[in-house]
């Protein structure tokens, strides 16, 4: 008898071929979702839906996101207004923030950020709308 635990586990056979999975049914709580590598029988996954398997079969075989690097010149108010000589960029020490200011006739854009580099993408955003 075909049912949607069914499909969804074909599914995810067919999706996910170097793992082993399987359902386990409960009698209270709803069935178990698991899986195990073929070749690697210690590490065991188990959700509570299909949905989560494959999110977690994502998880585990994704490569670590690792840290945006830095700049290797630090981003500063200088450099910000020689790259965008239309906007008035400032720092405001009360708040801690940088600002940016473009007057066009009646027209004020105003754009605020933490760090000097956010402005500076805050700002090829907004050049990028126009």
Not at 53 to 77: C, F, N, Q, W
Request: glycine share 4%; aromatic share 8%; hydrophobic share 40%.
């Amino acid at each position: 008898m075909d049912n949607v635990n069914d499909r969804a586990l074909a599914r995810l056979q067919a999706d996910w071929p170097r793992w082993e999975i399987w359902i386990v049914h409960r009698v209270i709580g709803g069935p178990v979702w698991c899986a195990r590598l073929h070749d690697d029988h210690k590490k065991i996954i188990n959700t509570d839906t299909a949905e989560h398997l494959a999110e977690e079969l994502e998880d585990e075989v994704s490569e670590p996101v690792e840290e945006i690097p830095r700049l290797d010149t630090p981003m500063t108010g200088d450099l910000l207004a020689e790259m965008y000589p239309d906007w008035e960029i400032t720092r405001d020490e009360v708040f801690g923030v940088w600002q940016a200011e473009r007057r066009r006739g009646s027209e004020v854009h105003f754009l605020a950020a933490v760090e000097a580099w956010q402005l500076g993408l805050k700002i090829r955003a907004a050049e990028a709308s126009n």
